[in-house]
């Protein structure tokens, strides 16, 4: 198995972690997240016509979609990447390169990947370039945040990981806000609630 499947096979199917969720009825596969019909990590588009065999499909693993499964609200790796940020900004990509590479670190090894897969993955995404920082920067957030709402609101902050809308969307643009339902607006009408799903709130920037 490469490292990046490896990766990828723990962030889907990691052992148990501290804090269940309560219990859910829909079905986990039994020992891994990998396609029931070849074998392999794929997903699907969305918004696609064609769906197809949903076994051809990779499934999330225990750690997300079990009664015994787990989350948290903040994790240590999600403190790592905002100083990773916040020293990028401030000081450049050098101070901002230790709080990256122990944020991709430490979720790999809570992911319980062996020392030298991390060892080698490292040495392909370990160190950010000198242009495109935030983007690599906030892929391995984005895998470190699986499940998480910061995502969106970080992709609205940053413009980072790079995002496309997808094929036969209903909006013109990746939605970016939600909108003010009727009935607030009804009961309490005013000037703001015309903003459509695609405005920007105020600390949307890119």
């Known amino acids: 198995m490469s490292t990046c499947s490896r990766y ?15 219990a859910t009825t829909h079905a986990c596969p039994s020992s891994s997240p990998r396609s029931i019909n070849n074998g392999t990590y794929t997903g699907r588009a969305i918004g696609t016509n064609s769906i197809g065999n949903l076994q051809s499909y990779s499934l999330l693993g225990s750690a997300y979609c079990s009664v015994a499964s787990t989350e948290y609200i903040m994790p240590y790796t999600e ?42 993955y490292l040495a392909a995404r370990g160190t950010p370039p000198a242009t495109g920082t ?35 969307a209903q909006a013109p643009a990746i939605p970016r806000r939600l909108i003010y339902p009727q009935t607030e607006i009804n009961a309490n009408p005013q000037p703001q609630q015309s903003a459509t799903l695609v405005d920007r709130v105020w600390w949307d920037a890119q």
């Open 8 to 22: 990828r096979h723990w962030w889907l199917h990691p052992p148990s972690w501290t804090h269940s969720r309560p």
């Open 134 to 168: 935030m983007e690599m920067l906030m892929q391995e957030k984005v895998m470190a945040d699986f499940l998480s709402p910061e995502n969106y609101n970080d992709w609205r902050r940053t413009g980072s990981p790079h995002l496309n809308i997808v094929p036969n």
């Open 79 to 120: 403190v790592l990447f905002i100083q990773a940020e916040a020293n990028l900004i401030q000081s450049g990509v050098a101070a901002a390169q230790p709080f990256y590479t122990n944020g991709i670190t430490t979720h790999m090894t809570r992911l319980g990947v062996a020392t030298a897969d991390i060892n080698t």
